[in-house]
């Protein structure tokens, strides 16, 4: 059965493919290619898996339905792994329309084309910036997400609540992770370890916000693919004993799960950044400033719920997982 997976240029999306390309699976990756963050990477990224048999790409926008669906009906997608989005929390400040077409336009039209095309599972991402405003630790998917703080955690929220109505309306399962701050080679450049690994490499400051008093709950991309690739093959049913009167947000009557994926371990950011300094043997130029719009102090996992679904253990520690990001960093770059 052919997998679609959107976003297939992008970070998540590439390693995802390898994944499943190295499964045997065959696999639409299907991306846009947009400028938000260098092109090259993605080009490479792509050109890599197109060397691979069993991948078909596709440049297209999921903003433009007619295409979409046309894709659909050609490969004979009965599987989707929907990573394709307009990323990143500051940016929704200054570029909000990208959202609104990608975030919310883009994924209706996903779902639309599963329902038409009887789609067996959707996979799709969500975003740990859902929790927003909360401060109870851990973030579990049984708390309410109703306060978020970024418009770009507010059309991850409505992606939820929009897979839910076709789950509700169309038996559509539809599975929702919230990933957590997800790092590794091959990553994305507007992501702080990568930006501070550039500066200090270069010899530039690094801006440290909130003082430094900043936590993330850090996950390394193998154990992210390892719990996308044990997931897609588990869509979710109605829960028997989801309660009108007391709701779950994670789970429903409905074919439609929710599931935090992290590494539930945060990592104190100026542990990060000392990390990165002792793999690369550099100090740091560090220049603090105070919070920024949108952001958040802390995040942190509850994974229990796909623990017990299939097994989800990180394995990776930051040692690890930093050190391969930065013997790939250093090899593409050509640097040090």
Known sequence: MTILVTGAAGFIGYHLCERLLREG??????????????????????????????????????????????????YQIK?????????????????????????LLGFGNMLEACRR????????????????????????????????VSLYAATKKANELMAHTYSHLYGLPTTGLRFFTVYGPWGRPDMAYFSFTRNIVAGKPIQVFNEGRMERDFTYIDDIIEGIVRLHGRPPKPDPAWDRERPDPGTSYAPYRVYNIGNHQ??????????????LGKKAKLEFQP???????????????????IGFKPTTTIEEGIGRFIDWYTAYYNVI
Request: charged share 20%; net charge negative; proline share 4%.
């Open 117 to 148: 095309h009887e789609v067996s599972h959707l996979v799709y991402a969500s975003s740990s910036s859902v929790y927003g405003a909360n401060v109870t630790m851990p973030f579990s998917v049984r708390h309410g997400v109703d306060h978020p």
């Open 25 to 74: 699976e065959q696999v639409v990756g299907l991306d846009n290619f947009n400028d938000y963050y260098e092109v090259q990477l993605k080009e490479d990224r792509f050109a890599r898996l197109s060397e691979q048999p069993g991948f078909s790409g596709v440049r297209a926008d999921i903003a433009q339905y007619d295409a979409l669906n046309a894709l659909f009906g050609q």
């Open 79 to 103: 599987k989707v792994i929907h990573l394709a989005a307009q990323a990143g929390v500051r940016y929704s400040l200054t570029n909000p329309f990208a959202y609104l077409d990608t975030n």
């Open 291 to 309: 919070m920024q719009p949108g952001d958040v102090k802390a995040t942190f996992a509850d994974i229990d719920d796909l623990t017990r679904e």
């Open 266 to 279: 945060p990592v104190a950011l100026m542990h990060f950044i000392q990390t990165i300094e002792q793999k």
